[in-house]
C-alpha cells in the first residue's frame, strides 16, 4: 500500500507519534511532510531549508527536531507548523538524534561526534564517544541508558545520560544503520550486508537471520515490544 505522498523527493526517516494520529518525515534538499490521519494523506512542512535532512523525532505532540548536513539541528514547538535552527556550534553532518524528554536530548554524526543537550537543544555539549568513525544511530532507553551504532561495527552504550561512552562487543566489524531497545537490556541493530544483531544484556551481541543480503537502514517496534519492522535497500521490509 503506497500512500499519496506532497513529494518526489527522497525521504530519508520517518517518525510515528505512539498514541497520535501524527506522523513526520524528512528528506533530500530539506524536504518535510506531516500526517495527521495515520499516513493516510500527507501533506508539506515548510522547513526552510535546501539541505540533506537525516532525521525527525517528536518527544510530544508539539515538540520536535530534524537534523541535517553541517550540524543542522531545527527544532518546532507548534507540531512541525515552523522550525527553528538550533545554534548547535556543530560542524559535521548530523545522522540521528533522539530525546528521553523535551529537555534531555543525544545528537551522533560524522567521525563518532556526539553531543547532548538538558536544555531542548538551545545548547549542545560535545562529549567523546571513543570512536573516530560515523556514528549512524543513537537510541536512549530512559534519561540515562542510551546506546549508540555506527560504522566498523562500533556500538557503544552510556549509563549516565550521555556523559560518557563506553564500547560493547559486537565483534564484528559491519557497518550498523540502525538501533532500537525495547527494554533496558533488550536492543537490536541493523546494517549492511542483511546484518541484525541482538543483545539480552546490553553488553554482548549475537547474530540473527535476516534473510536478506540487501543493506538494512531501520528498524523498530510496536508500542508494546511483540512486533519489530525491518527496512532496507531496494524496498527490504524483514
Request: proline content about 1%; glycine content about 16%.
Amino acid at each position: 500500500l503506497v500512500s499519496p505522498s506532497p513529494t518526489t523527493l527522497d525521504l530519508h526517516s520517518v517518525h510515528y507519534l505512539a498514541g497520535s494520529n501524527d506522523a513526520y518525515s524528512v528528506g533530500n534538499t530539506g524536504v518535510g511532510i506531516k500526517s495527521t490521519d495515520n499516513g493516510a494523506s500527507w501533506s508539506a512542512m515548510n522547513t526552510g531549508l535546501g539541505t540533506i535532512l537525516h532525521k525527525v523525532y517528536f518527544p510530544n505532540s508539539s515538540i520536535g527536531y530534524f537534523c541535517g548536513n553541517n550540524g543542522n539541528i531545527y527544532k518546532t514547538t507548534d507540531a512541525g507548523v515552523s522550525w527553528v535552527e538550533q545554534s548547535s556550534g556543530i560542524t559535521v553532518n548530523i545522522n540521528d538524534l533522539h530525546f528521553s524528554s523535551i529537555n534531555h536530548g543525544i545528537a551522533v554524526g560524522a567521525l563518532g561526534k556526539i553531543y547532548y543537550t538538558n536544555d531542548g537543544g538551545t545548547n549542545w555539549s560535545e562529549v567523546s564517544s571513543g570512536v573516530n568513525t560515523d556514528l549512524k544511530a543513537v537510541f536512549l532507553v530512559n534519561s540515562t541508558v542510551g546506546y549508540a551504532c555506527g560504522i566498523g561495527g562500533n556500538i557503544i552504550k552510556t549509563t549516565n545520560g550521555g556523559l560518557s561512552w563506553g564500547q560493547t562487543t559486537s565483534g564484528t566489524n559491519v557497518s550498523f544503520n540502525d538501533i532500537y531497545f525495547t527494554s533496558e537490556l533488550i536492543g537490536y541493530v541493523v546494517g549492511d550486508g542483511g546484518k541484525i544483531m541482538k543483545t539480552t544484556n546490553g553488553m554482548h551481541w549475537g547474530f540473527l537471520a535476516s534473510g536478506t543480503t540487501n543493506n538494512l537502514n531501520g528498524v523498530t517496534f510496536t508500542s508494546n515490544a511483540t512486533q519489530g519492522y525491518v527496512v532496507g535497500d531496494a524496498g527490504t521490509i524483514v
